[in-house]
Nanobody, 124 residues
Framework: QVQLVESGGGLVQAGGSLRLSCAASGRTFSAYDMGWFRQAPGKERDLVALSWSGGQTSYGDSVRGRFTIARDNAKTTLYLQMNSLKPEDTAVYFC??????????????????WGQGTQVTVSS
């Protein structure tokens, strides 16, 4: 069992920044692929950023260059630094974890554990 709790969401103006955190409980955090996904009203849940268990990172096309994902295995915490925010970034942001059984995945359907989500709203 893995529990994930997101925090750090809120309301910001376009061009501003937010830092999201995902606190994880459970065993073998360092062996999990971790990721951030987001879902806007009427839209599919899609990839924001991934942190592979081996240390590599990957980003969705719409956030690459603006967002940075990082993990602290000792603190079992995942972070997402979001800069240069745009109104189209408005969504509920979810932290997710996946046991690495085989190849890594960018598909949210392949992730095993999810947080409750945190709302990010970008105005103007």
């Amino acid at each position: 069992q893995v529990q994930l709790v997101e925090s750090g969401g809120g309301l910001v103006q376009a061009g501003g920044s937010l830092r999201l955190s995902c606190a994880a409980s459970g065993r073998t955090f360092s062996a999990y692929d971790m990721g951030w996904f987001r879902q806007a009203p009427g839209k599919e849940r899609d990839l924001v950023a991934l942190s592979w268990s081996g240390g590599q990172t990957s980003y969705g096309d719409s956030v690459r260059g603006r967002f940075t994902i990082a993990r602290d295995n000792a603190k079992t915490t995942l972070y997402l630094q979001m800069n240069s925010l745009k109104p189209e970034d408005t969504a509920v942001y979810f932290c997710a974890a996946r046991i690495r059984y085989g190849l890594g995945s960018r598909d949210p359907k392949d992730y095993d554990y999810w947080g409750q989500g945190t709302q990010v709203t970008v105005s103007s």
